[in-house]
Structure formats: C-alpha cells, structure tokens
C-alpha cells in the first residue's frame, strides 16, 4: 500500500479512499478489512518516524473498537436475539456527510476557477472614446440614439398589435443602409423614428444596426436641439 499522509485531509478522506479502493458498498463496510488497512497505514507512516496528527490516532481507536463490538455476540433475551444498533453507523454517518462536504468544496473550488476568468469594470462614459469630429451635434450623445430605440421598442410594444406581414424579402443591414442613404439623399434630414416603417422584429434590428454603422463611419449626424426633442439624422455630403 503505497498512501503518503499529505496525500489526504484526515482521516475521513482516508477512510474513504480505502472504501473507494476496495469497492466497498458505505452501507456496508467491511470493517475488519479496513481496519486492518488503516492500521497498516498508520503502522507503515511510524516506521518511517513520520509524525501522525492526533486525529489518524483517534480514528485507529474507534475503528478498532468498532471491529471489537462486531465481534461481541448480540444480547439475548429469552434465547432470542435483540436488535442491537449498528456499531458502523455513527461511523457512516460521519462518512456522508464528509463526502458531501467534500463535493461541494470543489464545485465551489471549480465555480472559483471558473470566476477568475471573468473580468469586470465599472461603468464608464464612453464620450471621451469619441473623436474630435464627432458624428453627435449639439449637446446629444450616442446614449441619444440608444434612449430612442428604446422608446420606439416601447412604443412599438404598447400600440400591439405589431404588422404580421408575410415577406420572403431578405432584410439586410447593407440594404438598409443603401435605402437609408436614398433617403437622406432626397430629403437630407429625417427623424429617427420615421426610418422604422415597418414594425417587424428583422426590419427594426436590421435598421438601427444599419444606423449605428453608418454613424460610426461618419456617413450621418445624430443631433437633437434640446432634451426631449425629436432625434433628428443628417446626411454627410
């Protein structure tokens, strides 16, 4: 047997290293068997003048008790036998809930792991990340056309029920981007919200992604006069 002491957290990790390594049902220990195996363990550890903690003592004590009263015949009262306790199961007990204890220690080790790798940061304005010839006029910001999606989804949710139009044409960021240019082209400047005529899921997402990139390649300005005033989008020349 070949076990080193700083390979286990005590003697209940022992124990059950010894059961796992026999095959052994934890209702039903074997327990001469594993008596034996612990001692020679500990046995083995002394030779090597190794220092045993107290608690590998104690757990030898009990187990060899244990093994004793097994060995003692059960009580009879009028020559029938009496149903006496199980002198293992204070000692399974004590297993189980170590062995629950134990999985949970590493889901949570693992959970932990699993933490490290996730980095965080508190919320920051992103208005400094915006260059000087910035595509937000006026006092706006791009938190502008975000707060405006989100009213229009509101508003969209409130005037239920949406348009259930049946369309097999493929909505696009780029075909969207090349009729919003068409538009802005005749009309140099539009309100956000009229750039959204049809209410379907695809034709709002396709829309706005679309608006987004083509502010982030400075083909449109977002500008709103005053707070709480219409979002209004302006074609670059």
Known sequence: MDLKLDAFEGPLDLLLHLIKENKMDIFDIEIESITKQYLDYIHKMEEQNLDIASSYLVMASELTLIKARMLLPRPKVDDEEVEDTDPREELVTRLLEYQAYKEITKTLKENESKRQEIHTKLPENINKYIENDTII????????????????????????PLSTK???????????????????KKDKKISFFKLFPISTKEYIVATFLAILDMARNKELLIEQEELFSDIIIEGVS
Request: hydrophobic letters at 35%.
């Open 166 to 184: 049946v369309t097999m044409k493929e909505i696009t960021v780029s075909s969207r981007k090349l009729e919003i240019r068409n538009i802005l």
């Open 137 to 160: 006029k006026g006092e706006g910001s791009l938190d502008l056309l975000v707060d405006a999606f989100k009213k229009f989804l509101e508003r969209k949710n409130e005037d239920k």
